[in-house]
């Protein structure tokens, strides 16, 4: 019988290998890029949002290690159809959470990259020349 941190391990590695919603967004209302310094990774977060702030699409591409994909598809996944303001109260520490297994200090910048990405991009509109059309 596999244990808890097995799961976890299967878990994260199943969001970086068949990842949810990495790609692009054509029809992206707001959009932010970062990346950890320390390590080099990179996260793009692309989300569609409504008049009333309702979360319609969201996806996210970039470069890095397992932990900052991995968290990045698992935050996507957990905030899909979600309001804004209910993604501005996901906390660092709910980030934490959902990611699982207990993180050293450097690591755990790699798992909030993609929270902190998220939280800019809300506050990030993309200019209305940026085009509409279907996610790629």
């Known amino acids: 019988m596999a244990n808890e941190e097995?799961?976890?391990?299967?878990?994260?590695?199943?969001?970086?290998e068949d990842p949810f919603h990495r790609?692009?967004?054509a029809a992206a209302t707001h959009a932010h890029e970062d990346k950890n310094p320390l390590c080099g990774d990179v996260i793009r977060i692309?989300?569609?949002?409504?008049?009333?702030?309702?979360i319609e699409d969201l996806w996210f591409?970039?470069?890095?290690?397992v932990i900052s994909q991995a968290s990045a598809s698992m935050l996507l996944e957990e905030l899909q159809g979600?309001?804004?303001?209910?993604?501005?109260?996901?906390?660092?520490?709910?980030?934490?959470k959902l990611y699982g297994?207990?993180?050293?200090p450097n690591r755990q910048k790699c798992c909030l990259l993609s929270w902190r990405v998220l939280q800019s991009a809300i506050h990030s509109p993309v200019s209305e020349?940026?085009?509409?059309?279907?996610?790629?």
């Open 46 to 54: 692309e989300l569609k949002l409504d008049d009333q702030g309702l």
């Open 101 to 104: 297994p207990r993180l050293t």
């Open 82 to 96: 979600k309001t804004a303001r209910e993604a501005m109260q996901f906390s660092a520490e709910d980030m934490l």
């Open 23 to 25: 790609g692009h967004l």
């Open 6 to 16: 097995d799961l976890y391990q299967e878990h994260i590695l199943d969001h970086y």
């Open 61 to 65: 591409s970039g470069d890095g290690c």
């Open 129 to 136: 020349s940026a085009g509409t059309g279907s996610s790629a």
